[in-house]
């Protein structure tokens, strides 16, 4: 094997590594109370975070709000990603993750599962990479602690 390619190799390996980190720290984040003072600083300028049945959010002022009403929404959670599928093209990342966690929702202190999957794309800003778009679509499901998921649809 060439010295290029072997670099090309390693370079790529970083870079999943590294969008696995900011993957990591966005789960901190969130477990952070929701903090949307950090949040706004891991997504690209014209960011964008999607949730199917939660809504969108566009650009760091829009992202930093919808993070003050998860907070207000929700007492603890603890985010858990497993699974990575990450392809690198150069300066732009493609990624699926698949999420399972429990929350506690203030109203009503109300403990729930969650599953679903992450689509994500990604950008690499001043050497850095940082989420471009996050969007949250199923399969998943949102089940009552109690209940158990075997009782949704």
Same mark, same amino acid.
């Given at each position: 094997?060439?010295?290029?390619?072997l670099?090309?190799?390693? !370079?790529r390996? &970083? @870079?999943?590594e590294?969008?696995?980190?900011?993957?990591?720290? $966005?789960? &901190?984040?969130? @477990?952070? #109370?929701?903090?949307?003072?950090?949040?706004?600083?891991?997504?690209?300028? @014209? *960011?964008?975070? &999607?949730?199917?049945?939660i *809504?969108?959010?566009?650009?760091?002022?829009?992202?930093?709000?919808?993070? &003050?009403?998860?907070?207000? %929404?929700m007492? /603890?959670?603890?985010? %858990?990603? %497993?699974?990575?599928?990450?392809?690198? #093209?150069?300066?732009?990342?493609?990624?699926?993750?698949?999420?399972?966690?429990?929350f506690?929702?203030?109203? @009503?202190n109300?403990?729930?599962?969650?599953? !679903?999957? $992450?689509?994500?794309?990604?950008?690499?800003?001043?050497?850095?990479?940082?989420?471009?778009?996050?969007?949250?679509?199923?399969?998943? /499901?949102?089940? #009552? $602690? #109690?209940?158990?998921?075997?009782a !949704?649809?």
């Amino acid at each position: 094997m060439d010295l290029e390619a072997l670099n090309a190799r390693i !370079t790529r390996m &970083e @870079d999943i590594e590294a969008i696995k980190q900011l993957k990591a720290l $966005y789960c &901190e984040i969130c @477990d952070d #109370d929701h903090n949307p003072d950090r949040i706004v600083e891991i997504f690209t300028e @014209d *960011g964008i975070w &999607e949730g199917r049945g939660i *809504g969108t959010a566009q650009g760091r002022e829009e992202i930093r709000a919808l993070f &003050e009403r998860f907070r207000d %929404m929700m007492s /603890f959670s603890q985010h %858990m990603t %497993m699974n990575p599928r990450i392809d690198v #093209d150069g300066d732009t990342a493609r990624g699926t993750w698949y999420f399972f966690g429990p929350f506690t929702f203030r109203a @009503d202190n109300q403990a729930k599962w969650q599953a !679903t999957r $992450y689509h994500e794309e990604y950008a690499r800003v001043d050497g850095a990479w940082q989420i471009k778009h996050l969007k949250i679509r199923g399969p998943g /499901f949102s089940a #009552d $602690y #109690d209940k158990g998921w075997a009782a !949704t649809d």
